[in-house]
């Protein structure tokens, strides 16, 4: 079966700082994965997706993630955090098989927080 | 602009009573999705569908209801058969192919009174 694995509930970093919040997944095929942003009370906005192609994927507002398949990780990266990233962060892959319907299974998400 | 409509943003249930929250696309996505979010236990699938008139059961189907009579609306109820309604409720919606991203609406809140 397949799962994701979000280290770390919580990340802090200070404004200016490097940002990674890690995801790993399992899966015994080739998969397709997204990275996901929630603010406050709002719903989930995508911010990339690797499905296949250059591993190394951007996104927006600044993120970039790289697929790296020998160690099943999909990290979310971003040079120089700003107050405005603050906000709890899903890794997602995509369920395999037939008639899954699309189904995404997800993180259990990272909180980040961007300290002045 | 095309999106995901959600409503209520905010919902209160008293005991024993039927709520039912509205999804609305305007995407023409076949696919929807609803999804219960509690404090870190990240989102759960309750119930989705795939194509009008069917509809599967999630991971925690039980205490709701669905239906898909048309494409573009997804609405979830939640009966009194389920004892802990209060949560943060997500609709989604894709096209087709597997390697589209699903889309969310902004959420209904919805609590007890």
């Known amino acids: 079966a397949q799962s994701v694995t979000q280290l770390g509930s919580h990340v802090s970093v200070s404004e200016g700082a490097l940002v990674l919040l890690r995801c790993n997944y399992s899966s015994s095929v080739p998969p397709y994965l997204f990275w996901y942003v929630q603010y406050p009370n709002q719903g989930l906005q995508l911010l990339l997706k690797y499905t296949t192609g250059a591993t190394l994927v951007k996104g927006i507002n600044g993120f970039e993630a790289e697929f790296k398949k020998s160690e099943t990780s999909f990290h979310l990266t971003k040079p120089s955090a700003h107050m405005s990233d603050a906000a709890e962060y899903f890794c997602?892959?995509?369920?395999?098989?037939?008639?899954?319907?699309?189904?995404?299974?997800f993180g259990q998400g990272t909180e980040l927080s961007v300290k002045p | 602009d095309g999106g995901i409509t959600q409503s209520p943003k905010y919902l209160f249930r008293k005991e024993g009573q039927n709520v039912t929250l509205s999804c609305e696309q305007n995407l023409n996505h076949d696919a929807m999705y609803w999804y219960r979010q509690d404090p870190g236990q990240g989102l759960r699938l309750i119930y989705y569908s795939q194509i009008v008139n069917d509809f599967q059961k999630g991971d925690i189907a039980e205490g709701y209801s669905v239906s898909r009579e048309k494409k573009e609306s997804f609405p979830l109820t939640v009966t009194s058969a389920q004892k802990n309604p209060t949560a943060f409720y997500l609709c989604?919606?894709?096209?087709?192919?597997?390697?589209?991203?699903?889309?969310f609406g902004d959420g209904t809140r919805l609590s007890i009174l």
């Open positions: 997602a892959v995509s369920e395999w098989g037939y008639n899954q319907g699309g189904k995404l299974i």
């Open positions: 989604a919606s894709k096209s087709q192919p597997r390697n589209q991203p699903q889309h």
